[in-house]
Structures are given as structure tokens and as C-alpha cells.
């Protein structure tokens, strides 16, 4: 039997939902529910067992109705969060910018928020369509705004949505996250019939046209272009916004992954619209590789990620994170720009080793670009998850578009110099030692097993892997100054592994490291090999210790 309270909560909400669809589709799970489908009550038991979390990342969970849903109710009760928030801050009549991708509902969720922020009195600068994340970020600063926020769930499946807000340039960080959700609770017991509603303004061309003047900057007049590539937005909004970059910047037009084109909420060629995904560049390799081009590029379908593939060792295949982020860096410190250089703690240590080697300072931050872009002085950033941050003047965040306006502009001038983008990779490897990287991730269904696997790690982690000593610390205590974060990093001379809950997706993720230095690393083959051969060993000794 159904519990009369849970009932009770699901009616008043149904009666409540500004939005049909949700109201109409609450109405008949909870019927379901009454008539005894255990799975119905199941979902409905789960869609009102508390309420979706606002955190440094905003929001993010499957549309549909309830408290622990995306849907309308929820992201007006944040809308009016935010804007009591920034009232309260002293940002009373200041304006924020508000942009959407084109996923299921980000059109409505976005038009609700610029109508609350323009009834609490701010100004709100609403995009007149869809438009990459990036672009968001950039209008921000470009526009004068004192926060902005996107609806897009970025690279989740198409059944999802989320909303990002940032602060100032930069995407929030603790306290702000608490603080906004406690307005967000007060919010919620008032009721959304007490939110107000008022005008909005909107952007288009002023904004689109800024952002793709400035990155088609970043490739300098005299630079080579010649470059045959292949490029796909993975069913995003990123694809109009690259075509104009390309041409402004006087790039070769790229062979387009037709099935991937166009801006589709379904993604119907993918599992995951993320580039990171088996499966998910299929497409771009294979007309890569049809076309004759030396590198393919992709975009997540908000473009705040950027993916490389290029043909290694006789195939074609999609390079690490880490790996880009090293090439990108090298690039940047060959062209002399001078500052930070800073990537996340479960990222390559490869990054500081160039650094230094070029007398640039060096700084490692927790995971997120929340982080990275607060770095004082940044000159780059990365992140192993494909997220680079390569004009941080403009985008104190991840950018998709820019990255890919660096590699076409790095993979050109290596074409002119008689050189691949693998060959580049092992020069590196020779100078620095190889670096080694890779991922184990557990996609769970119930969150309960990550918590166990974290709580077994910490109770009895592993004294050694891939056959040497490895020191373990508790990221939950801080590590090297960094604000405390659950996590555990275990480091030995060669091996280091960071495991951590994901902060978007229900996974747990290792993010394993093996070091060759360089003396053992002239042979880059053999290297690789020796380096494969035992992170094969430390991912099977990580997935033991974790029991999952």
C-alpha cells in the first residue's frame, strides 16, 4: 500500500505543476502507483524522496515531475533561489545573462528564469536561441553581468537537463552553492505561486558576434592553416558557432559528420552524447579516415568539451584527455605565454613537469573548472575529462570551441613543420617521460555501492600497486592546501591513483597514472608497452580493493 503522505505530496504537487505535461504525467504514475505497479510506485516513491541538491554544479537529474526532477516547478524554485541570493549579496538591478541548449525543455526552463530574475528586479539578458555553453560564459564579462546561468545537462543522455549558474566569471564554489540552496528551501515552503515574474531583455548577434571575433583571434594572421580535418558536434549546439569561427579565422572547412550535424535532444546515434564514450566518435574516425584528414575534432553538445583523434601507431584512434591537455600546454609554452599553468588532481602530473621546465608557475586544484578558473594569473587549465580553458582572459572555464581553435592552429603548423600530432606526443614522451593515463569508472544504480566502495578503500587501501610502495591520503583531509573533497589518491614513484564519486553522473571513478621516466622512455614503443603492461595490473588491483 502506497503511503498517504507520499500521496498526499505527489497530488499537491500534480495540482500545483505550471507545466501540463508534467501535471498529466504525474497523474498517471501516480494512478499506476495506486493500482499497484510496483514499478510506478517505485519511481514515485523516488521522485519525491527529497529534493534535487543544488551544488557547485547547479542542477542535474532526469526530467519529469517531482522535487528530485528537473521540471519547471524545480528550476523556478531555483530561479527565485538565485535571485534573493543575489539581492542579497547587494545585486539588486544588476544583470545576468541566461542562455539554454537544445535538449527537452531548456527553451521553457530558461524563458521561466529570465522572467523571475526580471521580477525580483534584476536585468535579465536572455539569448534569443540556443547557444554553446561557452558563449554564456564569455557574455558574462563581455556583457557586464554580474552572474549567468545555462540550462543544458552538457554531455548526460537525453533524458536529463541541468542548470549551471556562475558568479561573477566563474562557476560557483562552497559557500555560494549552500547559500543559494537555502534560499532555493525557502523558496519551495512558500509556494511558486508567490514568485514573482517581470521583463527580460535579449542578446543574439551582439553576443555571437564578440565571441567569434575573439576566437578567431587566437590564431595569428601569419600562422599555417592548411589542415584537412573532420569535425562533429555530436548533436549540439556547437556546430553554427564553429562553421562561422572557421571561416572568420580563415580555417579550411572541415568533412561535418552529417548524422551529427544538427542540433537533436534525442542524440540518436550515440548511447552517451559525450566524445569520451565507446562508441561515441565512430563517426568522426571513420570519415576521418574516409576523407584522408590528419586530425578529427568533436565537440560535447554544449561545446564546452573538446576531443582530439588523430591516427597513433598506424590507427586511428581518440587521444586522453590528459594527452591533449599536455600538447595543448606545450603548444601554448612554445608560443611563449607566459603565467599559470594549472589542471585538476586527478589529471596527468605531466603538466607540472613542463611548466617548470619553462619557468612557468605551476598549480593543481581540486576537480572542475570552478577551480581551475579561479586560478590567479591562469594562462591554461585543464581537466582529464576533455575541458581546456585556453583563453582565460575571455572564458574563465572550460571552452569546447576555443580548444578546437587552438588544435586546428597547433595541428596546422605541426603539418607545415613536417610533423603529427603523434609524432609530437613522443617527442614529449622523450623529454618529459611517458605518461601513461587511463580511467576506471563503475556506473551504478544504486549511489549506496559508491559510498561502500569509498568506505572499504579508505579502511583498507592497497600498500602496494603494480608492485611498488604507494603512500595513501584522504583527500577528505586536505591535501597540499586544497579544501578537503571525498577522495583518495594513493602515489607511489611510478604508479598514482585518485578515486572519487563523480560530481555529475551516479559513477565511481579511478583515474590511474603510470610513469616511465625519461631515460626509460627513448624507445617510445617499448615504453608504451612496458607502461601498458602495468597499468593493466594497477586496474585490477584497484578494482579489487574497491570490491566493485
Not at 551582439?206 to 576566437?215: I, K, S, W
Not at 585556453?390 to 597547433?410: F, S
Amino acid at each position: 500500500m502506497l503511503d498517504p503522505a507520499l500521496v498526499a505530496r505527489a497530488q499537491a504537487w500534480r495540482d500545483a505543476d505550471p507545466d501540463p505535461a508534467t501535471a498529466t504525467a504525474l497523474g498517471l504514475l501516480l494512478g499506476k502507483a495506486q493500482d499497484g505497479d510496483p514499478d510506478a510506485a517505485a519511481e514515485l516513491a523516488d521522485a519525491f524522496d527529497g529534493r534535487l541538491t543544488f551544488g557547485t554544479a547547479g542542477l542535474r537529474a532526469a526530467l519529469g515531475p517531482g522535487p528530485n526532477r528537473m521540471n519547471r516547478v524545480v528550476v523556478q524554485q531555483a530561479a527565485a533561489g538565485l535571485a534573493r541570493w543575489l539581492i542579497a549579496q547587494g545585486h539588486g538591478g544588476e544583470r545576468v545573462v541566461i542562455g539554454h541548449d537544445a535538449r527537452y525543455n531548456s527553451d521553457v526552463f530558461a524563458l521561466d528564469t529570465a522572467e523571475i530574475l526580471g521580477g525580483y528586479g534584476l536585468v535579465p539578458l536572455l539569448t534569443e536561441t540556443f547557444v554553446p555553453t561557452p558563449v554564456v560564459a564569455f557574455g558574462i564579462r563581455h556583457l557586464g553581468c554580474v552572474a549567468g546561468v545555462v540550462v543544458t545537462a552538457s554531455h548526460n543522455p537525453p533524458q536529463d537537463n541541468g542548470y549551471k549558474v556562475y558568479v561573477g566569471p566563474s562557476q560557483i564554489v562552497p559557500p555560494t552553492d549552500a547559500q543559494i540552496a537555502g534560499e532555493i528551501a525557502a523558496v519551495a515552503e512558500a509556494g511558486i505561486d508567490t514568485i514573482p515574474r517581470g521583463e527580460y531583455q535579449t542578446v543574439g548577434a551582439e553576443l555571437l558576434d564578440a565571441y567569434v571575433a575573439r576566437a578567431a583571434s587566437l590564431i595569428e594572421p601569419d600562422a599555417p592553416r592548411a589542415l584537412t580535418w573532420a569535425y562533429t558536434p555530436m548533436h549540439g549546439v556547437g556546430g553554427a558557432v564553429v562553421e562561422r569561427i572557421v571561416a572568420a579565422a580563415g580555417l579550411p572547412e572541415p568533412a561535418v559528420v552529417a548524422e551529427q550535424a544538427q542540433p537533436d535532444p534525442a542524440f540518436p546515434t550515440v548511447t552517451f552524447p559525450n566524445p569520451e564514450e565507446p562508441g561515441a566518435m565512430d563517426l568522426a574516425l571513420a570519415l576521418a579516415e574516409a576523407s584522408g584528414a590528419d586530425v578529427a575534432i568533436a565537440n560535447d553538445p554544449d561545446a564546452d568539451r573538446c576531443a582530439l583523434a588523430a591516427p597513433v601507431g598506424g590507427r586511428w584512434r581518440m587521444l586522453t584527455g590528459d594527452e591533449l591537455g599536455v600538447l595543448l600546454a606545450d603548444d601554448a609554452l612554445r608560443h611563449g605565454r607566459s603565467g599559470t599553468y594549472a589542471c585538476s588532481v586527478v589529471s596527468s602530473t605531466m603538466l607540472g613537469e613542463l611548466a617548470t621546465a619553462h619557468g612557468q608557475p605551476f598549480a593543481i586544484t581540486l576537480t572542475g573548472f570552478k577551480w581551475i578558473g579561479r586560478v590567479p594569473g591562469l594562462a591554461f587549465g585543464y581537466e582529464e575529462a576533455i575541458g581546456y580553458c585556453t583563453d582565460p582572459d575571455a572564458v574563465a572555464d572550460k571552452d569546447g570551441i576555443t580548444a578546437l581553435v587552438r588544435i586546428a592552429g597547433m595541428a596546422a603548423a605541426l603539418k607545415a613543420a613536417g610533423t603529427t600530432v603523434a609524432e609530437r606526443l613522443d617527442d614529449l614522451a622523450r623529454t618529459y617521460g611517458l605518461h601513461l593515463t587511463s580511467q576506471l569508472a563503475f556506473r551504478v544504480a544504486d549511489l549506496s555501492l559508491i559510498t561502500d566502495a569509498m568506505a572499504r578503500l579508505r579502511a583498507h587501501p592497497p600498500a602496494t600497486l603494480g608492485g611498488e610502495p604507494v603512500a595513501f591520503s584522504d583527500l577528505a583531509d586536505g591535501w597540499r592546501g586544497l579544501p578537503p573533497t571525498d577522495g583518495v589518491l594513493l602515489a607511489g614513484e611510478h604508479v598514482r591513483v585518485v578515486t572519487r564519486p563523480s560530481g555529475t553522473e551516479p559513477k565511481l571513478k579511478c583515474y590511474l597514472q603510470v610513469r616511465l621516466p625519461a631515460a626509460d622512455s627513448a624507445d617510445v614503443g617499448a615504453a608504451r608497452r612496458r607502461a601498458e603492461e602495468a597499468m593493466a595490473g594497477v586496474r585490477a588491483e584497484m578494482a579489487a580493493a574497491l570490491g566493485l
